[in-house]
């Protein structure tokens, strides 16, 4: 019985530091965000401009010579 609740406060503790490693590797990557933030949303702008660009092609390649009743039909 003492083997077993040693074991389950060995694995507690376990997963106690796994979690807290965790935590600080979080708390380290929204520093480097907090940090470049300017840059970051940059960089999202670009993306978002990119991926609109991209589906407005896609549907422009695809639908212009569909017939009007089977364009919105997916």
Not at 20 to 25: D, F, S
Not at 37 to 42: Q, T
Not at 55 to 63: A, G, I, Q, T, Y
Request: proline share 1%; glycine share 0%.
């Amino acid at each position: 019985m003492v083997k077993r609740v040693q074991t389950e406060e060995f694995s507690q503790k376990r997963a106690n530091a796994e979690i807290l490693r965790r935590m600080m590797c979080l708390d380290e990557d929204l520093e480097i965000m907090d940090r470049h933030a300017s840059d970051l949303v940059d960089v999202e702008v670009e993306v978002k401009d990119s991926m609109r660009r991209w589906d407005r092609e896609h549907k422009n390649s695809r639908l212009h010579s569909v017939p009007r009743h089977l364009k919105h039909v997916r």
